[in-house]
């Protein structure tokens, strides 16, 4: 038995189950059975032949067991993850073939030591090569059948709990917006700009109406194309811009050819809404936030990093909405950065979308 090492799981939890009452069960049945392939009926002819033949084929039994479980446990501590299956088992059969060879050499040793005063047929070399061969495939199929189970079933688990997470986040993210405190300060920039431009006052409506159209729209879809995720964006900064004017200073810079890319819903706007809510925006410090493709298939914000003293309320569930979403749908993570001076997140771009703008 390997023992069990601080930092690293128990023996059990790397394999999957508790094996100890198996081997205890599985080695004397097998160890009465093998007797029968190798002398057939000449074991059992007495208690005498079959006793010293029993301890010696349970001998074996345990032999290649403890071989294949010691290998199992060890490469799976190397090599855990499920993208390294093939190299573990590769290196697993290295492992164990030199281990057959020089456990055998000893095992016969000691099997010409224990039964020299008994008389029995020998079986062919071959005969106990194969009935070795199939134990410790039977052992390592055991085990590996158990463990994919185990991987399996903690995928659906997973996947499920993502799913709830997944819709949650969603509803955190509509939360967001249709909260009263967006709704108070867009109608309060409204009651400024009507008396001194009608006309804005009709095109700030008209986005207001957009935004809250788009949010009810995308409530069933679980990611949307780039482009469409920016158009709505438009609307989004269009009425903050109006309330902050120039002290809040955009930069915005997605070539058009990484548009057909998916996003999940909200993501941009959430991360807007949360440099918004956080910063101070004055004529003496103005915000910035600048929204490019950087390092590949990935989108970056940045914003400076000017903290008010009093916030904006909020549900205080924006970042970890974004990571749970894309959680669900990327193995690549979202990337947060505060360095003291500027506050980024990165997230992937997932696919390229079958959609494309009219």
Same mark, same amino acid.
């Not at 074991?43 to 290649?64: D, E, G, R």
């Not at 060879?101 to 020998?122: G, K, T």
């Not at 993210?173 to 409204?190: E, M």
């Not at 890319?261 to 991360?271: E, F, K, N, R």
């Given at each position: 038995?390997?023992?069990?090492?601080?930092?690293?799981?128990?023996?059990?939890?790397?394999?999957?189950?508790?094996?100890?009452?198996?081997?205890?069960?599985?080695?004397?049945?097998?160890?009465? /059975?093998?007797? /029968?392939?190798? /002398?057939?009926? /000449?074991?059992?002819?007495?208690?005498?032949?079959?006793?010293? *033949? !029993?301890? *010696?084929?349970? =001998?074996?039994?345990?032999?290649?067991?403890?071989?294949?479980?010691?290998?199992?446990?060890?490469?799976?501590?190397?090599?855990?993850?499920?993208?390294?299956?093939?190299?573990?088992?590769?290196?697993?059969?290295? *492992?164990?073939?030199?281990?057959?060879?020089?456990?055998?050499?000893?095992?016969?040793?000691? %099997?010409?030591?224990? =039964? %020299?005063?008994?008389? %029995?047929?020998?079986?062919?070399?071959?005969?106990?090569?194969?009935?070795?061969?199939?134990?410790?495939?039977?052992? !390592?199929?055991?085990?590996?059948?158990?463990? *994919?189970? #185990?991987?399996?079933?903690?995928?659906?688990? $997973?996947?499920?709990?993502?799913? &709830?997470?997944?819709?949650?986040?969603? =509803?955190?993210? @509509?939360?967001?917006?249709?909260?009263? #405190?967006?709704?108070?300060?867009?109608?309060?920039?409204?009651?400024?700009?009507?008396?001194?431009?009608?006309?804005?006052?009709?095109?700030?409506?008209?986005?207001?109406?957009?935004?809250?159209?788009?949010? =009810?729209?995308?409530?069933?879809?679980?990611?949307?194309? @780039?482009?469409?995720?920016?158009?709505?964006?438009?609307?989004?900064?269009?009425?903050?811009?109006?309330?902050?004017?120039?002290?809040? &200073?955009?930069?915005?810079?997605?070539?058009?050819?990484?548009?057909?890319?998916?996003?999940?819903? @909200?993501?941009?706007? @959430?991360?807007?809404?949360?440099?918004?809510?956080?910063?101070?925006?004055?004529?003496?410090?103005?915000?910035?936030?600048?929204?490019?493709?950087?390092?590949?298939?990935?989108?970056?914000?940045?914003?400076?990093?000017?903290?008010?003293?009093?916030?904006?309320?909020?549900?205080?569930?924006?970042?970890?909405?974004?990571?749970?979403?894309?959680?669900?749908?990327?193995?690549?993570?979202?990337?947060?950065?505060?360095?003291?001076? $500027?506050?980024?997140?990165?997230?992937?771009?997932?696919? $390229?979308?079958?959609?494309?703008?009219?």
């Amino acid at each position: 038995m390997i023992p069990k090492k601080e930092g690293r799981p128990s023996n059990r939890e790397i394999i999957g189950f508790d094996d100890r009452l198996a081997i205890a069960i599985a080695v004397p049945i097998l160890g009465s /059975f093998i007797p /029968f392939l190798l /002398f057939e009926n /000449f074991a059992y002819t007495s208690i005498s032949n079959f006793v010293p *033949m !029993w301890i *010696m084929s349970s =001998l074996y039994t345990i032999s290649y067991w403890l071989m294949v479980r010691t290998v199992i446990i060890r490469k799976r501590i190397t090599y855990p993850h499920p993208n390294q299956i093939g190299r573990r088992i590769g290196l697993s059969i290295l *492992m164990i073939a030199p281990s057959y060879l020089i456990l055998n050499f000893l095992l016969d040793y000691i %099997h010409q030591f224990a =039964l %020299h005063y008994v008389d %029995h047929p020998e079986p062919s070399e071959f005969t106990t090569n194969l009935i070795s061969i199939f134990l410790i495939m039977l052992f !390592w199929s055991i085990y590996e059948s158990i463990y *994919m189970y #185990h991987g399996w079933k903690n995928s659906l688990n $997973e996947a499920e709990r993502l799913k &709830r997470e997944f819709v949650q986040a969603q =509803l955190d993210g @509509l939360k967001s917006q249709v909260n009263p #405190h967006f709704l108070f300060n867009s109608l309060n920039t409204l009651v400024y700009i009507i008396p001194e431009d009608p006309e804005k006052a009709v095109e700030f409506v008209q986005k207001l109406a957009k935004v809250y159209r788009y949010i =009810l729209e995308i409530q069933e879809r679980r990611l949307i194309p @780039l482009w469409e995720e920016m158009e709505f964006l438009e609307s989004f900064i269009f009425l903050h811009k109006e309330r902050f004017c120039d002290n809040l &200073r955009l930069n915005i810079e997605v070539p058009k050819s990484e548009r057909n890319h998916l996003i999940v819903p @909200l993501s941009l706007q @959430l991360l807007f809404e949360n440099a918004i809510k956080h910063n101070i925006i004055s004529k003496e410090k103005p915000l910035s936030i600048s929204l490019k493709v950087e390092e590949g298939k990935r989108l970056v914000i940045r914003n400076t990093l000017q903290l008010r003293s009093n916030p904006e309320p909020g549900t205080k569930t924006g970042l970890s909405n974004i990571k749970s979403r894309y959680e669900y749908f990327s193995d690549q993570p979202v990337i947060i950065e505060d360095t003291g001076k $500027e506050f980024i997140v990165s997230i992937p771009l997932i696919q $390229e979308a079958i959609i494309t703008a009219a």
